[in-house]
């Protein structure tokens, strides 16, 4: 006979540990920042409403009539989430959210904690799905006490009720019954975060970031991009990439160019990629792809990592010689560009190997501007434009002798007479009065605006003079986290320049925009600032340490570890002399984080064993296994204990049923179960087991005709 077949219906109110555990829940769903405003209301209410009337609760919440309707609401709600076109799992977590509200509302009498632990479990598995939150963790500690907790409380509720003894329910709740369940608890937690550090890295999630918001840039990175859509992204403050330096000099700020795409064509209107065709590059990324010619050339490492951004754009310092990171696909466009596929609304994070060049002046005037084979077209070609931007391009490399210099001439000139703002005063692409298209009025005007006018004009001006010149954007500049050592990027360091090409020193990088209201100026921070400092660096942290530890973090684990041990084991081949430095070589392995990983997750598991396996024993040995043997013998004679019997109730009845003998050894058996139940340290003989099946053998094989519900 099951414990199930024991339950009764429990009438009293919840324990408070009930709503601990449900907001708890609730709160990993809030921080995601994904549920409908109406969803977080009617959960909100619905708590604050319920824990108020805990043990008087209205007459409404007991009629299922109304609860059924309040379902039907939730599930419309829930379908209308759907069809917005959002993903199913964010209509999923308004449906959890929402329907854990109404079954805490619900005050008719229950069974079990079931169904509220099953939703609140559910809420947490979308979240950890929704969110990569420092938050996240503490919020899932808790959780998992008050989940356990409530367990606990409603098993010996329920239990108390079932055995006829709820008035002495409060001896139960004992001292030794709170640090049982915290230390289970706790090593739960710790199980888990050992089997999160072993286990093999699945490939996604339910859903890869938070999909629910925007995306970080909505526009400007993707193959085709509007004149003017850079200036807009600049006004966002959030952070766009976090940048760490792992080989090589720091690059200075001033100095930091974090290519994303190059663009060939302008119609006037809009820049674009020709042809906007994507390769797959070959390889995993997971194992590291290579993108150029010999490790040589790589002279700066740099662990990136990108938040959600359009077209899955990964950005980078320099030419790209290769890729390692959470990229499930990489692809490359025919200008160069990278994109992790399908990742666009992810954050991602990658370690880059770059060669920087910069040429000099003097080796550029050497050198001359030619296009790539069988790019010139694509790279010279130009929208309609008035005679006079071509006189104006004339007129300021009037004194340039080489290439270098008409190209140096375009770019200082447009850095010495414009006017740098986010707001240009001429924006509107087409004018009654005046139908030349926005970089016309720009050159031929005020050379006012930002930083697309200023690099847009350069490229029509070096193309007037037959200078193979493109449109790169990305971001430039930053500011060092003063707290973690990294720079970050926001999308007000959104940027473009102008790259020309050489025969010999390939593309250049010109930067014709106006510096002094373009970079944001270097102030003291302020104690604000620094908490803002202080929450990225632990937010980037959580990210690099449990959020993105992946497949490509074990394998280098294990290969250092790997690398340790082979070490260590040369070492055993010298001679004694030498035994101070092996015992150095071990200290120095076990300082390691796989080292400790290793011993950790080790004790972890024989821990977790020998615990088991005790209260396994334990329970096998004890007056609980005794008491469901003694029931499982008697219902083969045909007594069985009903749902709604209590303990004593159905021992009465095994005295009516037979002999002297077994009822008293059955009674004795009955209270080392009920004494053992609820906390006490039971008076238990190891023999009375033995003394019941003795004297239920002689008994007659049918018992006497009590009210007892008979065996089929």
Same mark, same amino acid.
């Given at each position: 006979m099951?414990?199930?077949d024991?339950r ?13 555990m449900?907001?708890?829940a ?7 920042e994904?549920?409908e ?17 805990r043990k ?9 009539w ?9 599930v ?14 964010i ?12 079954q805490?509302?619900d ?11 099953v ?5 947490v ?9 420092v ?14 907790w409530t367990l ?13 003894q ?26 888990a ?5 072993m ?7 339910v ?6 918001g925007p995306s970080?840039?909505?526009?400007g990175?993707?193959?085709? /991009? #509007?004149? +003017?859509a @850079?200036? %807009? ?7 766009v990439?976090?940048?760490?330096? &792992? *080989? ?15 663009f060939?064509?302008f119609?006037?209107k809009?820049w674009s990629?020709?042809?906007p ?8 990324a ?20 990108r938040?959600? /951004? #359009?077209? +899955?754009? @990964?950005f %980078?310092?320099?030419?790209?010689r290769?890729v390692?990171?959470t990229?499930?696909? &990489? *692809? ?7 994109y992790?596929a ?7 994070r990658?370690?880059?190997r ?17 296009a ?6 694509r790279?010279l ?18 004194e ?11 770019e200082?000139? &447009? ?14 692409p087409?004018r009654?009065?005046?139908p ?16 697309e006018?200023?690099a847009?004009?350069?490229v ?24 973690g ?18 025969a ?9 925009t106006?510096?002094d209201l373009?970079a ?9 600032e ?14 690099q ?15 250092r570890?790997?690398?340790?041990w082979?070490a ?7 001679p ?15 300082e ?14 024989l ?10 024993q334990?329970?096998h ?10 029931l ?9 204990r009903?749902?709604?019997?209590s303990?004593?109730?159905?021992a ?19 209270e080392e ?27 007659p094989?049918?018992a006497?005709s ?7």
């Amino acid at each position: 006979m099951s414990r199930t077949d024991f339950r009764v219906a429990v009438h009293e109110p919840r324990p408070p540990s009930a709503w601990v555990m449900v907001t708890v829940a609730s709160a990993t769903l809030w921080i995601t920042e994904q549920l409908e405003p109406w969803a977080i209301a009617a959960q909100t209410a619905a708590i604050l409403l319920s824990l108020w009337r805990r043990k008087n609760p209205f007459a409404w919440q007991s009629n299922p009539w109304l609860l059924n309707v309040g379902m039907i609401a939730i599930v419309t709600g829930t379908i209308a989430v759907a069809l917005g076109g959002g993903p199913s799992t964010i209509a999923l977590a308004n449906f959890a959210a929402s329907t854990q509200g109404l079954q805490l509302i619900d005050a008719r009498p229950r069974r079990t904690e079931f169904l509220l632990v099953v939703l609140a479990l559910f809420q947490v598995v979308l979240a950890a799905n929704l969110t990569d939150s420092v938050f996240f963790t503490p919020l899932l500690v808790l959780f998992v006490f008050a989940t356990v907790w409530t367990l606990v409380v409603h098993t010996l509720r329920s239990e108390a009720l079932e055995a006829g003894q709820s008035a002495e329910l409060s001896r139960a709740f004992t001292p030794g019954l709170l640090r049982t369940t915290l230390w289970a608890s706790a090593l739960s937690v710790i199980l888990a975060m050992l089997l999160f550090v072993m286990l093999p890295r699945l490939r996604s999630s339910v859903v890869q970031g938070p999909v629910g918001g925007p995306s970080v840039a909505t526009a400007g990175f993707s193959d085709r /991009v #509007e004149f +003017g859509a @850079l200036g %807009r992204i600049r006004q966002d403050p959030r952070v766009v990439l976090r940048v760490e330096t &792992l *080989e090589g000099d720091p690059v200075p700020i001033t100095e930091a160019y974090y290519r994303g795409l190059a663009f060939d064509h302008f119609d006037g209107k809009s820049w674009s990629i020709t042809p906007p065709n994507r390769t797959r590059v070959p390889g995993t990324a997971e194992g590291g792809v290579s993108l150029g010619p010999t490790p040589e050339t790589v002279d700066l490492v740099q662990r990136i990592v990108r938040e959600p /951004v #359009e077209a +899955g754009v @990964l950005f %980078r310092v320099g030419e790209p010689r290769g890729v390692q990171g959470t990229i499930r696909r &990489l *692809e490359r466009d025919v200008s160069g560009g990278l994109y992790a596929a399908n990742q666009s609304q992810s954050r991602v994070r990658y370690t880059v190997r770059s060669w920087r060049t910069r040429p000099s002046l003097d080796a550029l005037r050497e050198d001359r501007a030619v296009a790539p084979r069988g790019r010139a077209a694509r790279l010279l070609s130009l929208p309609p434009l008035a005679p006079e931007v071509e006189a104006l391009a004339r007129r300021i490399v009037a004194e340039a002798a080489t290439d270098a210099d008409r190209a140096r001439a375009i770019e200082s000139y &447009l850095v010495r007479e414009g006017l740098y703002t986010d707001d240009p005063p001429e924006s509107q692409p087409e004018r009654q009065d005046d139908p030349r298209s926005p970089v016309e009025r720009f050159l031929l005007g005020e050379l006012a605006g930002h930083c697309e006018y200023f690099a847009s004009g350069m490229v029509l001006l070096a193309r007037e003079l037959e200078l193979p010149a493109r449109l790169v954007n990305g971001f430039a500049g930053g500011r060092t986290n003063a707290i973690g050592g990294f720079v970050e990027l926001t999308q007000s360091d959104a940027h473009a320049w102008v790259e020309i090409h050489y025969a010999d020193a390939g593309w250049v990088r010109y930067d014709p925009t106006p510096p002094d209201l373009r970079a944001a100026p270097i102030a003291e921070l302020s104690l604000r600032e620094r908490m803002r400092d202080l929450a990225s660096a632990m937010e980037l942290w959580w990210f690099q340490r449990v959020v993105g530890f992946d497949r490509s973090d074990q394998m280098n684990a294990m290969r250092r570890a790997w690398l340790a041990w082979r070490a260590r084991s040369k070492d055993g081949s010298r001679p004694k002399a030498r035994a101070k430095g092996q015992a150095n070589a071990w200290r120095d392995v076990f300082e390691r984080r796989e080292g400790l990983v290793a011993a950790g997750a080790l004790a972890g598991i024989l821990a977790c064993g020998v615990w088991l396996w005790r209260r396994r024993q334990r329970q096998h040995r004890g007056p609980h296994a005794r008491y469901e043997r003694a029931l499982r013998l008697l219902a083969r004679r045909g007594v069985v204990r009903a749902p709604e019997q209590s303990a004593r109730a159905y021992a009465e009845t095994v005295t009516v049923a037979f002999p002297r003998e077994v009822a008293d050894a059955f009674a004795r058996l009955t209270e080392e179960y009920l004494a053992e139940r609820f906390g006490e340290r039971p008076d238990a003989a190891a023999d009375t087991l033995q003394r019941f099946e003795a004297a239920l053998g002689q008994a007659p094989r049918t018992a006497r005709s009590t009210n007892a519900p008979r065996a089929s």
